[in-house]
């Protein structure tokens, strides 16, 4: 039973990091925070990510390309460009890589805006951090599952970033309907995205991208926009007017 708690809590916190922080606030500057908060959602970032623990900046610029071309050669991510969700995975870390170590050239206006933090970077993303996530995942298991074949799921947890960016960014450019005709393949996949933190009303959030509620029909539903009014209310964070806009 701890177990599966554990694996519920860290596959939302994971991902609530990964949709607030890193999507709608780091790279579509949804809303605004003062230092402390912003360091806060850091450090969020690094507990809830742990092993997979994503950098901000190239995040963001990856995303932000993602926007700018969307389904087209010069998309970092498309699901078009690879045969197979692990391939499209391997593909999305090689470009993900190349933007984290500066191994190409960024393109200018691209990289504005998107929050810093480089010496918290250096170690939330070295590999001793890592280790030491994947050992704490490690002994949870050991002291927690009911018996050995839990430790099969320890995977989920070790690559939990990764698996929710490719499920969001995979799916949601393969099945699902569409709201909104573009020139791209966004779909949204509700109700499924309502486990997915509402980033899979995808096809609603490529037609708008600076809205902070994905949401468009009255029957769909954005958990994470609820996050981020509760968060407002709280005077945590700050929504832009522009991304409360129809
Ligand atoms: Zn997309
Ligand atoms: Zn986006």
């Known amino acids: 039973m701890l177990i599966i708690i554990f694996i519920i809590a860290h596959w939302y916190a994971s991902l609530f ?8 606030y780091a790279a579509h500057s949804m809303f605004e925070m003062n230092r402390f908060w912003e360091r806060t959602f850091f450090v969020g970032a690094w507990i809830s990510q742990g092993t997979s623990y994503l950098n901000p900046f190239a995040y963001a610029y990856m995303h932000r390309m993602h926007h700018m071309h969307t389904d087209q ?5 498309s699901p078009h460009h690879s045969s197979n969700i692990v391939k499209f995975m391997l593909n999305t870390y090689r470009y993900y890589s190349l933007v984290k170590n500066r191994e190409i050239t960024l393109q200018d206006g691209i990289d504005v805006n998107i929050p810093r933090w480089i010496a918290f970077e250096k170690i939330s993303e070295s590999w001793i951090s890592r280790l030491l996530w994947a050992g704490v995942y490690i002994v949870i298991y050991l002291l927690f599952a009911p018996n050995i074949y839990w430790l099969a799921l320890l995977p989920i947890h070790f690559f939990m970033s990764p698996i929710h960016g490719a499920i969001i960014n995979w799916f949601s450019h393969k099945i699902g309907y569409r709201n909104y005709k573009q020139d791209n393949d966004s779909t949204n996949l509700f109700p499924i995205e309502i486990l997915l933190g509402g980033e899979a009303l995808h096809n609603n959030h ?11 029909k009255w029957y769909e539903f954005d958990p994470s926009f609820l996050a981020m009014k509760l968060l407002h209310s709280f005077k ?11």
Do not use: E, G
Request: zero cysteines.
């Open 17 to 24: 990091f990964q949709t607030v922080f890193l999507h709608r």
């Open 73 to 77: 050669i010069q998309d970092p991510h």
């Open 206 to 216: 490529h037609a708008k991208p600076w809205r902070a509620n994905f949401a468009s």
């Open 236 to 246: 945590i964070i700050k929504l832009n007017p522009n991304s409360l806009n129809k």
